[in-house]
């Protein structure tokens, strides 16, 4: 297959067309959701990496939260475990979550640190253990045959507070926070599974952040017959979940989705991170990759 030429006018017109998102959004705060494909595919990572430190050098503060399930599920593997999900959120043992830690917040942590510093920017690898960045206690699941016993799923947390500190000072460093999805409960002195969409979100909100973009292995939100919906509000997705068309893993993207944009997150994207350049065409472009929620 031959390679597509693309004349300098042609990227001259490109670069210009980002202008005006590259003014609106100079200064402001953007969290990304890291995970999918865009983690396991060489070509992808890349393109990752590349993305993150563009969007610091023109002006932007990424923060990226990374997830890490293949990564897990391999892992537990190799020790005879299978992972296992209720509700979209992984069934969490304290073997389990030996292994979710030792994966989360070392292999896949430093392997997205090492990348971005290999694109020319400069990352710190953190846990909500860190600074105290992350409070969490156990979550219990709904149990829809018998909802006065909640479901036990282990040790998967629920966030009770974010202290971003760490943070703002990472980013006042000119750094790039690389952020493990792992709570914290100095009470119980218990570490915790949190859902990285969840603590994306919630990190978002904290920080007031201008958006809040979700990488997934789809095009978006699809409608049952599985075409894209580009925009969707509050009152669509209460439809949606009401009607079962979003479902299993989509729901706590979803749900993160919703309370973002209600507690004064501008937008929030679920982009398909299987696009070279997802998070610039989504930011910088007249044309976007996946969905948008607003409140």
């Known amino acids: 297959m031959s390679e597509i030429t693309v004349t300098p006018a042609i990227k001259a017109s490109i670069i210009a067309e980002s202008l005006p998102y590259i003014k609106r959004f100079h200064g402001k705060t953007v969290v990304v959701k890291y995970g999918g494909n865009a983690m396991t595919e060489e070509r992808l990572q890349k393109s990752f990496a590349h993305d993150i430190v563009l969007l610091k050098l023109i002006g932007l503060n990424p ?18 475990k299978e992972g296992t999900f209720i509700q979209g959120m992984r069934v969490t043992d304290a073997d389990t979550m030996e292994v ?13 640190v090492m ?23 156990k979550k219990l699941m709904p149990n829809k045959e018998n909802p006065e016993q909640p479901l036990d799923i282990g040790y998967v947390g629920e966030i009770t507070s974010i202290d971003p500190a760490v943070i703002k000072a990472i980013i006042e460093d000119q750094f790039i926070p690389v952020i493990s999805p792992i709570g914290f409960n100095y009470e119980e002195n218990a570490v915790y599974n949190i859902n990285a969409d969840l603590v994306a979100g919630k990190i978002a909100e904290v920080l007031m952040a201008e958006k809040l973009l979700l990488m997934t292995n789809i095009p978006g939100v699809l409608d049952k017959e599985g075409n894209l919906l580009r925009r969707l509000s509050t009152s669509t997705i209460d439809a949606l979940f009401a009607d079962g068309t979003i479902t299993g893993g989509m729901m706590p993207k979803i749900a993160s989705a919703l309370e973002a944009a209600h507690t004064g997150v501008n937008s929030v994207h679920i982009v398909d991170g299987r696009v070279p350049h997802c998070l610039l065409l989504e930011i910088l472009t007249n044309e976007g990759v996946g969905t948008m929620i607003t409140a």
Do not use: F, S, Y
Request: neutral net charge.
């Open 100 to 112: 979710v830690e030792w994966v989360l917040g070392g292999q896949v942590q430093q392997d997205i």
């Open 63 to 80: 923060i990226v939260v990374h997830g890490g399930g293949p990564q897990i599920d391999t892992a537990l593997k190799r020790l005879g």
């Open 115 to 137: 990348m971005i510093n290999q694109a020319g920017g400069k990352a710190i690898g953190l846990t909500g253990k860190d600074g105290g960045l992350i409070q969490a206690q």
